[in-house]
């Protein structure tokens, strides 16, 4: 972390850059959250370790607007998002400086919890520079220790994978943390019949309270006026009119992310009712592979998303079913 | 608040059968917005636009709702209706109350139900629908033909006779398609060629007629009256202008062993090449796959023997762009592939050929010069089975439904050349049914029976079987005598389905004309509008519409001309008013409506704007309304729904499902 640090201290000084975009340490020793930084003295609170989930390329929309470059620190995953914001005209390569700083897995604190892990207050071994394989937990209980493997967000199991798609330069190692098959809780639920479907998603979805950080964290809901806030559309209306439509929300967000959604999994990481948000996503990443060939959105900035490109080879939707 | 009429049509009995009108009418007066509402027998007629005309001056009617049939039927009729009214065209909606309703139900009841709930739809709409104006777009007065064989020859001459320039892209090296490869024709019998190639002729020599051979159509852009297109010509490797067409390189070409596409592969050619002795231009191509030079760098002893000094190897695919007004489709057909007809023994024996075949084999011009022969062996058979509807009329999917409609009249044809060429050859042909509508037809038919003795058996073949002796043993049915039926033929003719020509569905997509399962070319009405595309500007000629004969062809040919003649002959056109457009506040700039747009009707522009007090340049969607044909693609991928369609705005839709689920 200090490299980085230094690294942001002297891109500042020199003039490169005129803030800096990372994370800071928050309330809590797991819950450092997204900042600015303007100056040397300012960069003395800057963090970066496992429990930096948030992805900040959403963060450059804004910043694209404003005077001067932002070093921004992108993790691998993040980078993906990032390319498909260019891809958009969303944000502005020009504007950003961007660091791929080294991830070896984030952490989900609430794994931590379910391990009977309470009263923390420090948690080693989840620095960049760190093994990444146990870590030590102070507690008011005393000293307790967790595999980092079994503490790490969903979506780390089934990485993308330790390569930046973009960056300007790299500070800090990667490591592939996949251990899981991507599509293999999409699978199962396809398998289930249309009223266990049903039911698993109700469930799931019923407790919901529209609190929209889903929609606010998404690199890929980043319209200027969302339909849920509009007046222009019936949609903000609908989404409140009785439960079934409550759910809509979620499964139009799908529709509108679908083809464009990198599967950064920042949906589920901030969902504060653990409802698995990413799953709609990925239903539609793996029937986009399935019909028009792999795709991967961030992959590159060019390339044009499946479901708004066409090519002679594509498959007639109503032979879908066949191909299947 | 609207104030709106609506009116109900009884059509006659076409709907007023099926559906209460009268309950109609009374249900649509209960509708937000409705301040009048009747019903009459014919609402398209004059006195039931005189209807529409007086309630407007009477009740001061701001929309109109007609409840009848399509609006592809008569929307056109009552937007003028309104105009003459004095209310704006685009303030009518039709609710389709005859095709989506009453035609398709029966219990009077339910359709009533239905043509109420399709009313309030239309009524919903209507309440929000603005006035709305149409622009003009300018026509550029030439067309494109697509194919250059008799139909899109016939269509292009039958335009430039008209006055108008026509361009003839083809995809071979010659004008001329498959009527250049038939022997005689029926029911005449006349030679194909010495009516075909004048029209060649005729084609090339017009001044106002351009023709790309051995090119292909790859890209159109644009809309009716204004299309653009890349037309790739292919490297020829032989300077047109050049070339006297002596025919010496095709002679001194060591490489000769290429399949001849115009003798369907029954012989081979030179890797230089013109595919037959009458083709237009006659230059001919290097076939780059069989080329030593190409191949291997040795050789070049066609550029050593030619005169005039045209081998030009390093020839490269040219793009040419072209405007164009009109586009006729005429890419024609070919027959099916016959992989999955093992039971005819097609690839295991050359004695079993199909009729396209047999027509280059009776041809002088062949690979027998016109001798009858086996392939196998060369000798004279004696035997000669004929097998009808091969891959025709198919019940399951290894072939096409529908009848391929020249066959039994071509094997009529060929019964009787043979008979009369060689009366010791036995001819019998299979058939489910001979269809001969048509002028003379059954007459010719007749004639091969009667007078030339050709042994028809109603029944269909199960199998071939290629026998030790050479001879292919027929296995078939005969209905009418209720028996099995064995036979020993020396030569057994397929009469082979015909299918769009596989290019078809290129063209189809780069034209957004639609096709139909058999990749056929659908017309915009099936009975009133036969050579038109749904896709305005797009003209269908021959038989990448429908199976055809030729005098079919040409009359349809003819067709296509005319309208396309129609339209040319116009200086500019009105262009549709629902055209998309972007709402500049909520517009991310994302560039997903332009990557969908199949007209490239999208732009973007950073312009300033004033949001709500934020005053930033921002990139924003412009929408060109000439270009715009409102397909509505941008509006559906807009993720910020900052992408509407004016006349069927994602508020008019919505309206619309909310009424009918109300």
Redesign the interface.
């Given at each position: 972390m200090q490299e980085l640090v230094n690294r942001a201290k002297e891109l500042l000084a020199d003039g490169t850059v005129v803030r800096v975009l990372g994370w800071k340490a928050g309330d809590l020793p797991y819950n450092p959250e997204p900042a600015y930084f303007t100056s040397a003295e300012e960069l003395d609170n800057f963090v970066y370790n496992g429990f930096c989930g948030a992805n900040l390329s959403k963060y450059m929309i804004e910043a694209s607007?404003l005077e001067g470059k932002t070093m921004v620190c992108l993790k691998p995953c993040d980078t993906y998002s990032f390319n498909q914001l260019i891809?958009?005209?969303?944000v502005d390569r020009e504007k950003a400086y961007i660091v791929g700083v080294g991830c070896k897995g984030k952490l989900n604190i609430d794994k931590i919890k379910e391990k009977g892990i309470k009263g923390i207050q420090s948690i080693s071994g989840a620095e960049m520079s760190d093994a990444c394989d146990t870590l030590t937990i102070q507690t008011l209980y005393g000293e307790k220790t967790c595999s980092y493997a079994e503490a790490m967000l969903e979506r780390c199991h089934v990485c993308k994978g330790k390569e930046h798609m973009i960056y300007d330069e790299i500070i800090g190692e990667s490591k592939d943390t996949k251990d899981a098959e991507r599509f293999a809780e999409v699978e199962r639920i396809e398998a289930m019949s249309p009223e266990e479907k049903f039911a698993f998603f109700r469930n799931e979805l019923s407790k919901c309270i529209r609190c929209n950080a889903c929609r606010n964290v998404c690199p890929a809901c980043?319209?200027?006026?969302?339909?849920f806030d509009?007046t222009?559309?019936?949609t903000a209306q609908k989404a409140n009119v009785d439960s079934f439509e409550e759910k809509m929300f979620h499964i139009i967000r799908a529709f509108?992310?679908a083809g464009?959604c990198t599967d950064c999994g920042e949906c589920s990481r901030v969902c504060p009712q653990g409802i698995p948000l990413h799953l709609f996503n990925r239903k539609f990443i793996k029937d986009i592979n399935e019909f028009y060939g792999e795709f991967q959105a961030g992959a590159d900035s060019e390339a044009?998303g499946p479901?708004?490109?066409?090519t002679?080879e594509d498959c007639e939707p109503s032979i879908v079913t066949e191909r299947r | 608040m609207q104030r709106i009429g609506v009116f109900v049509c009884h059509c006659g009995s076409n709907i007023a059968a099926t559906v209460d009108v009268k309950k109609v009418v009374e249900m649509a007066l209960l509708e937000p917005g409705v301040v009048h509402a009747e019903d009459y027998q014919y609402m398209c007629s004059e006195a039931g636009q005189a209807k529409i005309l007086e309630a407007v001056k009477e009740k001061g009617l701001t929309g109109i709702v007609v409840c009848s049939c399509s609006p592809r039927m008569h929307e056109a009729t009552f937007r003028k209706a309104a105009e003459r009214a004095g209310v704006n065209p685009y303030m009518v909606e039709i609710a389709n109350i005859r095709e989506h309703c009453s035609w398709i139900h029966k219990d009077m009841e339910e359709a009533t139900k239905k043509a109420v709930i399709l009313a309030r739809a239309a009524i919903a709409k209507v309440n929000l629908n603005a006035p709305l104006q149409p622009g003009e777009s300018r026509v550029t007065k030439r067309a494109l033909v697509i194919g250059g064989g008799i139909a899109g020859i016939q269509t292009a001459i039958d335009i430039a006779d008209a006055g108008y320039e026509v361009d003839i892209v083809e995809k071979t090296p010659s004008i001329g398609g498959r009527m250049s490869q038939l022997d005689k024709t029926f029911p005449t019998l006349d030679c194909s060629a010495c009516i075909l190639t004048p029209k060649m002729v005729e084609a090339s020599a017009h001044e106002k007629i351009n023709i790309y051979t051995y090119s292909e159509v790859e890209k159109v852009t644009g809309f009716v009256g204004d299309f653009t297109v890349d037309i790739r010509k292919k490297a020829r490797s032989v300077d047109m202008n050049k070339c006297t067409g002596c025919g010496v390189c095709q002679e001194k070409c060591p490489s000769k062993k290429a399949p001849s596409e115009f003798n369907r592969g029954l012989n081979t050619r030179s890797a230089i090449y013109t595919p037959f002795a009458q083709a237009i231009p006659n230059v001919p191509v290097i076939d780059r796959d069989a080329c030593l030079k190409f191949k291997t760098g040795k050789c070049g002893l066609c550029e050593k023997v030619c005169q005039a000094g045209a081998i030009d190897y390093a020839q490269q695919d040219e793009i040419i762009t072209e405007k164009y007004g009109a586009i006729v489709v005429a890419t024609g057909f070919d027959t099916i592939k016959l992989d999955k007809y093992d039971e005819y023994a097609y690839s295991q024996s050359k004695d079993v050929i199909t009729s396209l075949e047999l027509e280059r084999i009776m041809n002088a011009a062949g690979p027998t010069k016109g001798h009858l022969e086996r392939l196998s062996d060369g000798k004279a058979p004696k035997e000669m089975v004929f097998i009808q509807c091969v891959g025709s009329r198919c019940a399951d999917n290894r072939g096409k439904s529908y009848c391929s409609k020249i066959c039994c009249m071509y094997t009529a044809k060929h019964a009787m050349l043979i008979r009369d060429k060689y009366p010791d050859v036995n001819v019998t042909v299979f058939y489910i049914d001979v269809r001969t509508p048509g002028k003379n037809f059954d007459e010719f038919y007749r004639r091969a029976v009667e007078e030339y003795g050709v042994n028809y058996i109603k029944g269909q073949v199960g199998k071939v079987a290629p026998l030790p002796n050479g001879k292919l043993l027929v296995q078939g049915a005969d209905l009418i005598d209720n028996k099995q039926i064995l036979k020993e033929a020396d030569m057994v003719v397929l009469a082979t389905a015909i299918e769009p020509d596989p290019s078809v569905r290129k063209i189809a997509t780069m034209l957004t004309a639609s096709i139909d399962t058999n990749n056929f070319l659908t017309e915009a009405h099936p009975k009133l509008r036969p050579v038109e595309s749904p896709t305005a500007g797009v003209f269908l000629s021959g038989v990448c519409q429908g199976p055809k004969d030729i005098p079919e062809t040409v009359a349809q040919a003819g067709a296509a001309a005319v309208k396309a003649i129609g339209l040319l002959a116009k200086d500019k056109l009105m262009t549709n008013p629902c055209t998309a457009k972007a709402d500049e506040l909520m517009c991310n700039g994302c560039s997903t409506c332009a990557n969908v747009c199949p007209y490239g009707a999208i732009t973007y522009e950073v312009k300033q704007v004033n949001d709500h007090g934020i005053r930033e340049d921002r990139r924003i969607a412009v929408v060109n309304n000439a270009l715009c044909q409102g397909c509505g693609a941008c509006t559906v991928v807009c993720p910020s729904g900052a992408m509407d369609l004016q006349g069927f705005s994602n508020r008019q839709i919505l309206a619309e499902v909310d009424a009918i689920c109300r």
């Open positions: 607007k891809k958009e005209h969303r980043s319209c200027r006026k969302c339909v509009s222009k559309f019936d509108h992310v464009r044009r479901l708004t490109n066409f002679f | -």
